[in-house]
């Protein structure tokens, strides 16, 4: 998809998915989230990115999430929801999808990842971790559905704690 002007505001430029990768310790729910090495100054995000052309959504959350962090074998919860995002200082309007998932294998508290990528991404480097849910304040409005996780998560979140710290 292409950006162009209506009326002074921008058309959808491009579909995007964002992933909550939650896990759940003895005491709290926690999400996975990264921090650029190179640039601290974009925030604290979750993996997200671009849907490519003839890509399912669900191919380009996984698919975003093994280059972004190097994780594979995540089971998809469900679709907490989508929306309109406005990029002002590009022109851009982003339709943006999120999900929730969830690791079935153990994930380190703290790892760094280099992503491996045919783009503009390939070779940044990323500091992940996990905070409490309650803590959670991402940049560029990716915290926009994580109040959802919780309603997403009761009856069906995550098997024994102990496999998940």
Not at 30 to 46: K, N
Not at 102 to 127: M, Q, Y
Request: with cysteine; glycine share 6%; hydrophobic share 35%.
């Amino acid at each position: 998809m292409s950006c162009c002007l209506k009326g002074g505001f921008a058309v959808i430029t491009g579909q995007k998915v964002l992933a909550y990768i939650i896990r759940k310790t003895e005491e709290r729910i926690e999400l996975l989230v990264h921090e650029h090495r190179d640039f601290p100054e974009a925030g604290i995000q979750v993996p997200a990115g671009t849907v490519e052309e003839n890509e399912s959504l669900e191919e380009a959350l996984l698919r975003e999430i093994s280059e972004e962090s190097g994780l594979e074998g995540l089971t998809l919860v469900a679709k907490l929801g989508d929306y309109h995002y406005a990029v002002k200082e590009r022109n851009e309007l982003h339709h943006r999808h999120f999900y929730l998932l969830k690791a079935e294998k153990p994930v380190s508290a703290t790892f760094v990842h280099r992503i491996k990528s045919h783009d503009s991404d390939n070779g940044l480097v990323f500091l992940y971790r996990w905070i409490p849910l309650e803590n959670v304040k991402l940049a560029g409005e990716q915290d926009y559905f994580v109040n959802r996780i919780n309603r997403s998560c009761e009856g069906r979140l995550l098997n024994s704690p102990e496999q998940y710290t």
